[in-house]
């Protein structure tokens, strides 16, 4: 763990639940606790974001297809199908694939979007300071509420019984484990404490996702100068 000396010491901790050992027996991820209090983005570069879908189209990285492959069977061990619902990095490499690029959205999510790309690692990122408690990664019972954007309206749907979900002590905070983000949690402010994290397993080389988590830490504090931030990792036990 490496920790910033001028990062405040107390962010909610991540935790997953024993149950999910079955489901993803090789679950390792990165989190990256950030604190931007006082801060502002500064502009993306668009070549960054160029850059990782033209990796895409150039069939990289070179773990992509097993790593990918390996999510779809995670998902369809816990009842998903990830035809029509595939994990974040599966999706964004779809698209890529598809159009040739990405949309810009804003400074921070390009930036977690371009290194999901370029090392085919879903990547989330959350607004902390909306969570009540803290994340948990677990197995729904179908009664969790979770909020999005429906039809161009605030909508509440719940999550299938067996389901993986990311959740905290009011509901979901992302369905199908990281296929859909809830709408309270995400992240439309960069000015305070922000939590992120990359998902990776056992098709992905470790040292990739170190390398990935790298990458997004640097790009953050380019991005938000003067930041702290706390990188952390987490594991199936």
Same mark, same amino acid.
């Given at each position: %763990? +490496?920790?910033?000396?001028?990062?405040?010491? %107390?962010?909610? !901790?991540?935790?997953?639940?024993?149950?999910?050992?079955?489901? $993803?027996?090789?679950?390792?991820?990165?989190?990256?606790?950030?604190? &931007?209090?006082? $801060?502002?983005?500064?502009?993306?570069?668009?070549?960054?974001?160029?850059?990782?879908?033209?990796? #895409?189209?150039?069939?990289?990285?070179?773990?992509?297809?097993?790593?990918?492959?390996?999510?779809?069977?995670?998902?369809?061990?816990?009842? $998903?199908?990830?035809?029509?619902?595939?994990?974040?990095? !599966?999706? =964004?490499?779809?698209?890529?694939?598809?159009?040739?690029?990405?949309?810009?959205?804003?400074?921070?999510?390009?930036?977690?979007?371009? #290194?999901?790309?370029?090392?085919?690692?879903?990547?989330?990122?959350?607004?902390?300071?909306?969570? &009540?408690?803290?994340?948990?990664?677990?197995? &729904?019972?179908?009664?969790?509420?979770?909020?999005?954007?429906?039809?161009?309206?605030?909508?509440?749907?719940?999550?299938?019984?067996?389901? #993986?979900?990311? @959740?905290?002590?009011?509901? #979901?905070?992302?369905? @199908?484990?990281?296929?859909?983000?809830? &709408? @309270?949690?995400? =992240?439309?402010?960069? +000015?305070?404490? %922000?939590?992120?994290?990359?998902?990776? =397993?056992?098709? %992905?080389?470790?040292?990739?996702?170190?390398?990935?988590?790298?990458?997004?830490?640097?790009?953050? @504090?380019? =991005?938000?100068?003067?930041?702290?931030?706390?990188?952390?990792?987490?594991?199936?036990?």
């Amino acid at each position: %763990m +490496t920790i910033d000396p001028e990062a405040p010491p %107390m962010f909610p !901790q991540p935790t997953i639940d024993p149950a999910m050992a079955p489901i $993803a027996p090789g679950f390792r991820a990165v989190n990256l606790f950030v604190d &931007a209090h006082g $801060a502002a983005p500064a502009a993306l570069d668009p070549a960054i974001l160029a850059g990782a879908c033209r990796t #895409v189209r150039e069939g990289g990285p070179a773990w992509a297809e097993a790593h990918l492959a390996n999510w779809a069977e995670v998902y369809v061990r816990f009842g $998903a199908k990830p035809n029509r619902t595939p994990c974040s990095a !599966q999706a =964004l490499r779809k698209r890529v694939l598809k159009d040739g690029s990405l949309p810009a959205i804003n400074p921070v999510v390009d930036l977690y979007n371009a #290194v999901s790309l370029l090392f085919a690692v879903p990547v989330g990122g959350e607004n902390i300071d909306s969570y &009540a408690g803290a994340p948990r990664l677990t197995i &729904a019972d179908g009664s969790e509420p979770f909020d999005t954007i429906a039809n161009g309206e605030p909508s509440i749907e719940h999550p299938t019984p067996g389901e #993986v979900i990311w @959740r905290d002590d009011v509901g #979901v905070t992302c369905r @199908r484990w990281n296929w859909r983000q809830g &709408a @309270r949690t995400r =992240l439309d402010t960069f +000015t305070g404490r %922000m939590w992120f994290v990359l998902e990776s =397993l056992d098709a %992905m080389p470790i040292e990739a996702l170190d390398d990935a988590a790298t990458c997004l830490e640097l790009g953050l @504090r380019t =991005l938000i100068p003067g930041c702290s931030i706390i990188r952390e990792t987490l594991a199936v036990e």
